[in-house]
């Protein structure tokens, strides 16, 4: 029986950071097979692929993405089945 378990993440970033995180998402994405969509709303079954960035326009989707491409997470047999993420909030530093 599976069981799931919900996690709270909480992640620190730079705007450099930021940037770097976003292009290792997108260079994932598109190393991986990226994703398609319908090329037009009539339901044919021509497809097109999406542009890393549009799939992962800004660092939140580039965060859910590196989580979701963690090759620990697929050897562990452990399936991602959601991911939500707020605004982010600035942090006073020490």
Known sequence: MKRTYELELKVTLDELDEQRAIQ???D???AT???QAP???SGATTWQEIPPEEA???VI???M???RGNPLCEQARMEVVS???NEPTDTARC
């Open 24 to 26: 290792i998402a997108r």
């Open 28 to 30: 994932h994405f598109r």
């Open 33 to 35: 097979g990226g994703a």
């Open 39 to 41: 090329a037009d709303n």
């Open 56 to 58: 992962l326009p800004d």
């Open 61 to 63: 989707e580039a965060v």
């Open 65 to 67: 993405e590196l989580i």
């Open 83 to 85: 991911m939500s993420c």
